[in-house]
């Protein structure tokens, strides 16, 4: 067998459509950059050194913010130096570091929406049905399984063949792009990564969908109604982060090679790459009371230590 790939290295092209806004890109990009990496960061120490958030929740709020630092810094990095060539090698690993950790992120957000609807709808039983043991299975067990759900996309992809342009419209190396520039059939690993995208983001988002509906129907039968409006406000929070990144994952994958402009893809893009990272620890840490009131007691033991 000989190797077809007659391209060596690909050009991200990035966002060159905006010229005279590279500087403020750059600004922008590398504050929430920065910003996603402190917060995740924070969420990952508070939770290590207060014992009160040694709990499955907040194990599982640990593994999703070391997933979005990874998840980040697969991408930011490159788009943050300005380095516009990726060889081939270098891209296919970004691109199955990307798939990897996106599928184990939707395989996370669905085991912490059931842990919620275990805590909410059975609190009575939360304790015994999800207990220390199960919880760590459940997190190996949605990071081995995304492990393997990056593999078959980054194969396929790796087999086709790529000639004559290059320059890959994306700023870094996604599915849809790098499907529309090679020079192979597609349409075999378009419906494999069609079946796929469908089984992991559909089936993840009725799963987590399904766990969220039977916590609003036992939210409706809370007697006090401003306990009804701090669970509503809590899980409306969850349920937006959940539409931003099941939504324009489901846009881009279920038809990859078809249907969004390159532009219109960077800007979706954006949004599961970018804007999602940013949010999680907001979202799932800082708008959470007890998280809040165990960070202040960290603050403070580190202050007395300092004192000291």
Known sequence: MTNRTTVVEFQLLGFHSLPGWHSLLFVVLLLVYLLTIMGNVVIISVVQLEPRLHSPMYAFLQNLSFLEICYTSTIMPKMLVGGKAISFAACMVQLYCFVFLGATECFLLTVMAYDRYLAVCDPLHYVVAM???????????????????????????????????????????????????????????????????????VGCLI???????????????????????????TCGSHLAVVAIYYGTMISMYIQPASGLSSELNKIVSVFYTIITPLLNPVIYGLRNKDFRESLKKVISRQCSLHKA
Do not use: M
Request: glycine share 6%.
């Open 131 to 201: 207990s220390d043991v199960l919880c760590a299975q459940l997190a190996v067990g949605s990071w081995v399984t995304g492990v393997f759900t990056g593999l078959l996309p980054c194969l396929l992809i790796s087999r086709l063949h790529f000639c004559g342009s290059n320059q890959l419209k994306h700023f870094f190396c996604d599915i849809p792009p790098l499907l529309q520039l090679s020079c192979s059939d597609t349409s075999a690993t378009e419906l494999v990564i069609f079946i796929l995208s469908l089984l992991v983001l």
């Open 207 to 233: 799963l987590t969908l399904v766990s969220y509906l039977f916590i609003i129907l036992t939210i409706l039968k809370i007697p006090s109604s401003s306990g009804k409006k701090k669970t509503f406000s």
